[in-house]
Every structure is written in C-alpha cells, then in structure tokens.
C-alpha cells in the first residue's frame, strides 16, 4: 500500500504563498487519484482539491478556484499543491490522500490512505 508524507505547511501572512508537497512510496504511485483535504480546529474535514492518476482531471473546492493549483510528478512520485493568494481562512491541517484506481475524488469519505498532515497557518 502506497505511503504519503506531507511537508511545505508553515506560516505565511495573508496574500502570501506557499507549496505544499506530499511524497509517496510503497506502491507504484500513478495507480492512485491523490487528493488535498483540510481540517481546521473544530470543523470536519473538507476537501480542497484533487488530480486524477495521470492528471486528466483536476477539481477544487469552490473557495481556492482561482488560487491553489494541484499537479503531480509520477516520475518523482510526488504531488503538489501550490496555494497563493493565502486567506486567513485557509488556517488548517493539511491532508495528502489516496485512493486506488478511482475516479475524480472530491469527497474525504472516498479516500483510502492518508499522510499526517502539515499545518497551513495564515496570519492576517
């Protein structure tokens, strides 16, 4: 089963930028639709944004369109989320996900495998 490290997370003022990356291993990582899902304190988890295997679809949440872009690099085995134009709302644990095979994923119920977490903290 595949394994997810999440890293870049930190804290940014608002209207800055960071990257956010989650590195895979112990499965062949194109196998696996990866997603980006959020939880700030108190709040259930929300998806943020996902790209499909090989990247042919891409999907966000409403609130970071225009603003976080996801990509992938199956040779480096690692996904990214680019997050610009940070909000204060933004403020939240980051989540890398997995899941097999699948289809676009906009749900945190349809994922399989989960990394840590990395902390996005947005100061206004």
């Known amino acids: 089963q595949v394994r997810l490290v999440e890293s870049g997370g930190g804290l940014v003022q608002a209207g800055g930028s960071l990257r956010l990356s989650c590195a895979a291993s112990g499965d062949i990582f194109s196998k696996y639709t990866v997603g980006w899902v959020r939880q700030a304190p108190g709040k259930e988890r929300e998806f943020v944004a996902a790209?499909?295997?090989?990247?042919?679809?891409?999907s966000y949440v409403d609130s970071v369109k225009g603003r976080f872009t996801v990509s992938r690099d199956n040779s480096k085995n690692t996904v990214y989320l680019q997050m610009n134009s940070l909000k204060p709302e933004d403020t939240a644990n980051y989540y890398c996900a997995a899941d097999l095979y699948g289809s676009i994923a906009t749900t945190a119920l349809e994922y399989e495998y989960w990394g840590q977490g990395t902390q996005v903290t947005v100061s206004s």
């Open positions: 790209i499909t295997r090989f990247g042919a679809r891409i």
